[in-house]
Nanobody, 125 residues
């Protein structure tokens, strides 16, 4: 399985951005897609996840109401729609696929088998 995250960039506070995660390979054998981020000098943290079928989503409290997660299985691509961006959202954003195909969502990084390379989001004030 390979994951390719894209869509990052430099934006201003209050702007919106959509990140994409293109998946290839035997993704049907795996589970939910998770989005994580790592800000400079901080540990990587969970942002959002969406189940394999797309019916279950979960978003971290820190971004709830501003970020939404979706997927287009026909294109094997997952999205993280970010609005109302704040400087504290500045980070490298990663997508990952969960080992357990029966788990609709997970915030635990150890449960994710494959990771994309990350896409950088910078929000200026």
């Amino acid at each position: 399985v390979q994951l390719q995250a894209s869509g990052g960039g430099l934006v201003q506070a209050g702007d919106s951005l959509r990140l994409s995660c293109a998946a290839s390979g035997r993704t049907f054998a795996y589970g939910a897609i998770g989005w994580f981020r790592q800000a400079p000098g901080k540990e990587r943290e969970f942002v959002a996840s969406i189940s394999q079928g797309g019916g279950s989503t979960y978003v971290a409290e820190s971004v709830k109401g501003r970020f939404t997660v979706s997927r287009d299985n026909a294109k094997n691509t997952m999205y993280l729609e970010m609005s109302g961006l704040k400087p504290e959202d500045t980070a490298v954003y990663y997508c990952a696929i969960n080992k357990n195909r029966f788990l609709p969502t997970s915030t635990r990084q150890s449960g994710y088998a494959y990771w994309g390379q990350g896409t950088e989001v910078t929000v200026s004030s």
